[in-house]
């Protein structure tokens, strides 16, 4: 067990999340492969941002860089966070190959190793959505941010594919620890406004959908098996129930069917934008 994650579990008496958030740093290792696929979209989110050269920016829970390195494109001096090293070593090549100046950190949103109001913007593409507490990391990204600034994230639509699935999946993993929050949350306009509430001012929301291209939908959810944590993880817990691993493959697949069409599945999404007060 790596010695980062053996501090965290270490940790748990002081952190009840903190074996949870472990887990999702082992789980979100094989993304990787993924990584194209959200390129579009972290184009729309430094776009809806105006992300510009000279800036200060922030990517939470970065993965392997796509809105960073779109960032840096713009000239701005861009920072990306993530829980998982493995993610954040392809993060560094990418910038190499690229050519861009990124700085790459591991670390957890929801204690994020920087100071007060240190960035102009702080973004975040379908990630800082996986931290447990959403006030304790909506907290910590306002914090880092400079009054005036910007924050900007994407998150899944909870009516959307992504959504869906995940929604299917958490009826059969284990209950995440007591106050955790569902992903998908965040993808509710309602939601966003309470848990920014009066910290922000210039509210402004943007929909989107990333079509991605797939032979069929079980093509797809065996590719969602392989990259998603929390589906590796009901993978790995039903490991000896094939039985009932088949019927939750059969309800994934029937709860995607809808969004499969032309040989894409259609997963829709929220851009947030505000001003910090």
């Known amino acids: 067990m790596p010695a980062q994650r053996e501090e965290i579990l270490r940790a748990s008496d002081k952190d ?9 740093r082992e789980g979100w290792k094989n993304y990787g492969p993924a990584e194209t696929h959200t390129a579009r979209p972290a184009a ?3 776009r809806v941002a105006g992300v510009r050269a000279g800036q200060r920016v922030l990517d939470v829970a970065c993965g392997t860089g796509p809105v960073a390195l779109t960032a840096a494109r713009r000239g701005a001096m861009v920072s990306g966070l993530d829980l998982t090293p493995e993610l954040l070593e392809r993060g560094r ?3 190499t190959i690229a050519g861009l100046d ?8 929801e204690a994020l190793p920087y100071r007060d109001q240190e960035f102009d913007v702080v973004l975040s593409q379908f990630g800082h959505i996986f931290a447990p507490r959403p006030d304790v990391a909506t907290a910590e990204m306002l914090r880092v941010l400079k009054p005036g600034g910007t924050i900007a994230f994407t998150t899944w639509a909870p009516e959307g594919a992504v959504g869906v699935m995940f929604g299917i999946l958490g009826r059969h993993l284990p209950p995440p620890p007591p106050g955790a929050a569902r992903p998908p949350e965040w993808g509710d306009v309602a939601t966003v406004r309470a848990r920014l509430g009066d ?6 929301f943007e929909r989107g959908a990333l079509e991605g291209p797939a032979l069929s939908v079980q093509h797809n959810r065996l590719e969602m098996e392989a990259i998603l944590a929390p589906f590796r993880a009901l993978v790995h817990e039903l490991r000896d129930k094939p039985d009932q691993l088949a019927k939750v493959r059969a309800e ?3 709860g995607l069917a809808p969004y499969f069409q032309d040989n894409f599945l259609r997963n829709d999404y929220l851009i947030t934008r505000a001003t910090k007060v």
């Open 102 to 109: 990124v700085s790459f950190r591991e670390g957890d949103v």
């Open 16 to 24: 009840p999340f903190a074996a949870f958030k472990a887990m999702q």
């Open 93 to 95: 090549e990418n910038a």
């Open 199 to 204: 910290r922000v001012r210039d509210l402004y």
């Open 44 to 46: 729309q989110l430094v």
């Open 252 to 254: 994934v697949d029937a």
